[in-house]
């Protein structure tokens, strides 16, 4: 009996000591195949984001009252025509580019729907603050005034949180 145990007990421990490395061997072979597996997603991933960064800040930049008024000839259209115009045009460029959510954390997403609605708002307000006879040149005079005077602009958070968050990729 003696002998069986000296036989046997050495053996269950090299059988657990086998499994006990194989299993750390596993795992590391599993954490070293995940690691490659993320790299290599990483490599085809991060052009897409920064190309989706790059259509947010231009879906930005299309999406201010400069560059909206160039799209229209401010003599063939009434105030409230270039109101909804503008309106219009912010809603249709969001819409657009709203796949790109998928590509930016919710934080910088967030930041871009709240420079859309105050925009909108903007839109809105100067509309509301001029007298009722007011020409469509007028009321582009005063947005792009407004807008430019008045100091952090809708777009500004979004615009910084996009320029941070593509930082971090490079």
Same mark, same amino acid.
């Given at each position: ?7 046997? #007990?050495?053996?269950? +421990?090299?059988?657990?000591?086998? %499994?006990?490395?194989?299993?750390? @061997? ?21 052009? #897409? ?5 790059? /259509?947010?800040?231009?879906? *930005?930049? /299309? ?22 115009? *503008? +309106?219009?045009?912010? /809603? ?9 959510? #998928? ?10 729907? +709240? ?9 809105? %307000? !100067?509309? !509301? ?9 007028? @009321?582009?005079?005063?947005? #792009?005034? &407004?807008?430019? @005077?008045?100091? &952090?602009?809708?777009?500004? %958070?979004?615009?910084? &949180?996009?320029?941070?968050? &593509?930082?971090?990729?490079?």
């Amino acid at each position: 009996m003696e002998q069986v145990l000296t036989y046997t #007990i050495p053996v269950v +421990l090299l059988i657990l000591a086998c %499994g006990v490395v194989m299993h750390v @061997y596993y795992k590391n072979q599993e954490k070293k195949r995940l690691f490659e597996l993320r790299k290599l997603s990483q490599k085809e991933i991060s052009p #897409i984001r920064m190309q989706a960064y790059e /259509r947010l800040v231009l879906l *930005l930049d /299309r999406t201010t009252p400069e560059h909206m008024l160039l799209e229209v000839n401010l003599n063939e259209i009434s105030v409230s025509q270039l109101q909804q115009h *503008l +309106l219009q045009t912010i /809603r249709a460029e969001f819409d657009h580019n709203m796949s790109q959510q #998928i590509y930016v954390s919710d934080e910088v997403w967030s930041k871009l729907m +709240l420079a859309r609605n105050e925009m909108m708002a903007f839109v809105n %307000g !100067i509309k !509301i603050q001029l007298p009722e006879d007011s020409t469509t040149l007028t @009321y582009a005079k005063n947005l #792009i005034e &407004a807008y430019a @005077y008045n100091g &952090a602009t809708p777009h500004e %958070g979004a615009l910084e &949180a996009l320029k941070s968050e &593509a930082a971090e990729l490079l």
